[in-house]
């Protein structure tokens, strides 16, 4: 299997699973992974290109609607909005190379329209969600199926609100390895997290 980094975190669940991590570079591959938390319990996310290219991942946007659906039945907020110019975080799908066995990823970029606190509280908002178009192109097993997909979009939406890897159960989207038969929903742990901060 190859490896597949989304993130950051890979912590038991008998530690504790939420909250921000620092940005790191995994295995010196860019680009950065971080966890972070919202700013608030209102949650917009703003698709860029997300199935409306030629190399688009076919379902992606789907797959987001889906994940957000699915947070939607925490004490958080979430939604699309394309009209929002100051999202909490911007969803890309691009081709971004193989990246070190990298499908997709979280982080507060550098240009964030606005971060604060400290980790493991720290907050940003207009955070990078990317989804990498080269798993699915080179058909690598990663993107192929609608869960797939979901279980990826999930998981990567739940490291925009402060959840972390989880390597307890694959009844979470949050285990360690996105795509890698693991959930495409929330469980209760998840959810009590996120209920917990939001």
Not at 85 to 112: F, K
Not at 141 to 147: E, N
Request: with cysteine; aromatic share 10%; hydrophobic share 35%.
């Amino acid at each position: 299997m190859a490896a597949v980094v989304t993130g950051v975190g890979g912590q038991p669940a008998g530690a504790n699973p939420f909250g921000s991590t620092a940005c790191v570079d995994p295995a010196g591959a860019v680009p950065l992974n971080c966890v972070n938390l919202a700013n608030n319990n209102d949650h917009a996310m703003n698709y860029v290109n997300l199935d409306q290219t030629t190399q688009a991942i076919p379902g992606m946007g789907a797959a987001m609607t889906a994940a957000i659906s699915d947070l939607n039945g925490t004490d958080l907020h979430a939604y699309r909005d394309e009209n929002d110019s100051l999202p909490d975080v911007w969803v890309h799908d691009y081709n971004y190379g193989a990246l070190d066995g990298i499908t997709a990823w979280v982080v507060c970029p550098s240009d964030n329209t606005g971060e604060g606190g400290s980790n493991p509280n720290r907050w940003c908002r207009g955070q990078d969600l990317n989804f990498n178009v080269y798993y699915w192109v080179s058909d690598n097993g990663f993107y192929d199926t609608a869960a797939q997909r979901q279980n990826i979009a999930c998981h990567e939406l739940g490291h925009t609100v402060g959840l972390q890897h989880r390597t307890d159960t694959r009844a979470s989207c949050m285990w360690t390895y996105a795509g890698d038969g693991g959930a495409s929903r929330y469980d209760a742990h998840d959810r009590g997290h996120v209920n917990s901060r939001y």
